[in-house]
């Protein structure tokens, strides 16, 4: 990538890996969190959920990476919330690279992220979850396309793809950006993607046309990039839960 760092203009990078694979890259290792993030991390008691985290961070770091052209351990993402104004939780954003959004997903052995000019957000969840209740979902998402996935055979996949592709638009912050939804069969994953139009390096299909939405199935990656890691294919994911929110 020759984007130098800091540039605008930098082609965005989105990245859907297991949590096992990131933490079998090279390039990563827990000792890349800056102090505030290993804090947080005290707090967690289920050690897979704990890897996970850490793998979504460490993805973020690697994407960041690669659209600067800066080693993942000079990049230095924060957190700020939108509501409370404070640091250290909410929206992750770059300090040194304001022209550039940032936004990171992690959901039972799977983590995500995506780094690019402008207002971007990702979501993954594993193809067995099904979100829920209805009412609940109507709640939160358009009631004639709850409507229209609930009529469906099987409504759960429907819905699955309805709630990532909130979770992406909410983490963009904007409803107007293009949005893709994609299916990782490799990793039993599926997958939406905010904003980063014609991002590179996703293991999955990346960007959308327009300011359409669009829905694909990908079971490899669309640009041809080396797998995050040499290891063993990923297992497969946890028991279904509830939507995450991350």
Known sequence: MNAGPGRVGAAPVALV???????????????????????????????ARRDDVVAARLLLRLCASRATGLPPRAVEPA?????????????????????????????????????????????VEPLTRRPGPVPVLRRLLPHDEVDAACAEPD??????????????LFKAGR?????????????????????????????????????????????????PVPPLSPGPAPSPPRSPAPPSGR
Request: net charge negative; aromatic share 4%.
């Open 155 to 168: 409504p759960g996949p429907a819905l699955l793809r309805l709630w990532v592709r909130r979770e992406a």
């Open 175 to 223: 409803d107007d950006v293009p949005l893709t939804v994609w299916t990782d069969l490799r990793r039993a994953a599926v997958v939406a993607l905010a904003g980063a139009t014609g991002a590179t390096g996703a293991t999955g299909a990346t960007g959308a046309t327009g300011a359409g939405r669009a829905d694909r199935d990908a079971g490899a990656a669309e640009t």
């Open 17 to 47: 890996a297991t949590t096992a694979e990131v933490l079998a890259h090279p390039e990563l290792d827990e000792d890349l969190l800056a102090p505030w993030e290993r804090r947080r991390l005290v707090g967690i008691r289920v050690p």
């Open 79 to 123: 957190q700020r919330c939108p509501g409370c104004g404070r640091d250290g939780h909410g929206r992750p954003y770059l300090p040194d690279h304001p022209g550039l959004g940032a936004s990171f997903s992690h959901a039972d052995g799977l983590a995500a992220a995506v780094v690019g000019p402008g207002p971007v957000g990702i979501d």
